[in-house]
């Protein structure tokens, strides 16, 4: 039942950040691309919700201007980071995979 609900959710329209996001980038003028596993969705934000959004535990930066979801990380490999079987594959130092094991450890123990 809950699977249904969640394929009938219009991510569009009930967009939820937090929830939904696998990675987002942020660029110029306040506008933030965020990435799922099957959408790509722009919103220009206020300043204070864009620094909340990239202050919350459940994002790690990894490059100047992208977020990942830890939450949703499958896997790391190779300079990559994964998710799912959705074939998104994020560039990522060894140095900023080894930061994010750290966190992922943390939050598992």
Known sequence: MMNAALQDKNVYEDFEPITDTLF???????????????????????????????????????????????????????????????GKRIPCSKRKQQLIREILASVTH
């Open 24 to 86: 987002f980038k942020v660029g110029s003028y306040d506008l933030i691309s965020f990435h799922g596993r099957n959408y790509n969705i722009k919103k220009r934000l206020s300043t204070d919700e864009k620094n909340r959004l990239m202050s919350d535990a459940a994002f790690v930066r990894v490059d100047s201007n992208c977020y990942v979801n830890a939450g949703k990380i499958t896997r790391l490999e190779d300079d990559a980071i994964c998710f799912g079987d959705s």
